[in-house]
Structures are given as structure tokens and as C-alpha cells.
């Protein structure tokens, strides 16, 4: 599983009060579209769906024709991670011309028995899903490739399941403050060894490339 990630320079993943504003470069932009387009899902939080309103669709159509002659649908898996289930459905992104999965709780989905909205809807009988059991679900949907795009809670939860293999992070020229949210706003439980691949400063941001490796640990849903 990849994570594609931005953040200021003290680590903020975006403004405070921001909404469809992204705070990363235009060519950051295409960095990202380039890396969900190798992957046949991407899974984001639910805090990052409110604040953004739609998924990471894919735009160029040189990136869409390439996923089409290999076999694959035009636009990856959209995956929201949130344990209440509690998402506004006049969200743009329940108009976006995009397969949606949802990841959640018992009580979660029941917000959504009977609506057509999601295409899948995985969940657990316990707020505390371990995602080894998440994962092997999404899995036997033939979901192979996993983006990973935001926000901290849920990248915090991953990395505490040992379950982010790389990691592309782009450092911004921002300094944001603590209002805005972390990179990492909880313990992860275990400190991954972060190998770095590669360092390309374009501009003034700054893009690099992990491979993370771990010990033990063993993570939880925790975005609500």
C-alpha cells in the first residue's frame, strides 16, 4: 500500500479553514493524478472527504486511455474510510461519474441500507476493526494496488497496522500552525524505519520517496 501525501513545513496536512483549496503546486497535482492512476483504489478519510467534497478523479486523458488498454476501468475504486457513516450525500462527491466503496462500522452502514451510493461496503461489528480482516475484504475484491491519500488519522491507523509499504510525500513551502491537521495527530503505536528512495526539490517544494519497514503493531479504524 502507497501513501501520497503533502504537507507544510511543520507538518500540517491542510489550511484550517480550507475547502477545495489545495495548499501543493499544480505540478503536485500531476505527481498525484501520475500515482492514483497505478492504483486500482485509493482510500481516504472521511474528514478529508468533507473538507475536499469530491475524490481524487482522474482528469488526463492520456492517464485514463493508459488504465483503459490495460484492462482496467477507467477511474480507480474511491474508498471513504469513516466509522460513523455519517456523510453528507449532497457532497459533489456522490455526483461524480466514479465507483465508490465505503469502509465503516455496523452502525455506519446501516445509515446507508438501501442506497445505491456505494458500489461495495465493508465493515466490522466493533469501532476497533482490525485492518488486516479490512484489507483481506477489500483484497477479495480484486483490489491489489491501494493509494492511500489522507487524512492523518487514517494514515496514523495504517502505519500503526503496519500496513503503508511506501510512502511519496510532498514538503510545501507553508508554515500552517496548530490549527490545521497533523501529518500524524496520534501515537502510532509502533515507529516505522523510513528508507529513503528518492529526493527531487522542484520549485520550492520538495518531493520525496520512503519505503517504510516495521517491527509490531497492530492498527484500528479511528476516523469518524
Request: proline share 7%.
Amino acid at each position: 500500500m502507497t501513501a501520497i501525501l503533502a504537507v507544510s513545513l511543520d507538518g500540517k496536512l491542510a489550511k484550517p479553514t480550507a475547502r477545495e483549496e489545495r495548499m501543493a503546486s499544480a505540478y503536485d497535482f500531476q505527481h498525484l493524478e501520475e500515482q492514483v492512476a497505478q492504483a486500482d483504489a485509493v482510500l481516504f478519510g472521511a474528514t478529508t472527504l468533507r473538507l475536499g467534497g469530491t475524490a481524487m478523479r482522474l482528469q488526463s486523458p492520456t492517464l485514463i486511455a493508459a488504465r483503459v488498454r490495460a484492462g482496467q476501468p477507467p477511474q480507480p475504486l474511491q474508498i471513504v474510510c469513516s466509522a460513523s457513516g455519517d456523510l453528507d450525500p449532497e457532497l459533489p462527491f456522490f455526483r461524480q461519474p466514479i465507483p465508490r466503496a465505503l469502509v465503516t462500522t455496523v452502525a455506519g452502514a446501516q445509515r446507508w441500507q438501501g442506497s445505491a451510493a456505494f458500489d461495495y461496503c465493508w465493515f466490522g461489528d466493533r469501532p476497533d476493526w482490525d485492518w488486516s480482516d479490512l484489507l483481506g475484504q477489500i483484497a477479495a475484491a480484486g483490489i491489489q494496488r491501494l493509494a492511500v491519500l489522507g487524512g492523518g488519522q487514517l494514515f496514523a491507523s495504517l502505519v500503526q497496522a503496519q500496513a503503508i509499504d511506501e510512502l511519496w510525500l510532498t514538503v510545501c513551502p507553508l508554515l500552517l500552525g496548530a490549527a490545521a491537521p497533523s501529518l500524524m495527530p496520534l501515537a502510532a503505536g509502533s515507529s516505522p524505519y523510513m528508507r529513503l528512495l528518492s529526493a527531487a526539490p522542484v520549485a520550492d517544494e520538495v518531493y520525496l520517496h520512503y519505503r517504510l519497514s516495521y517491527d509490531e503493531g497492530k492498527g484500528t479504524i479511528i476516523d469518524s
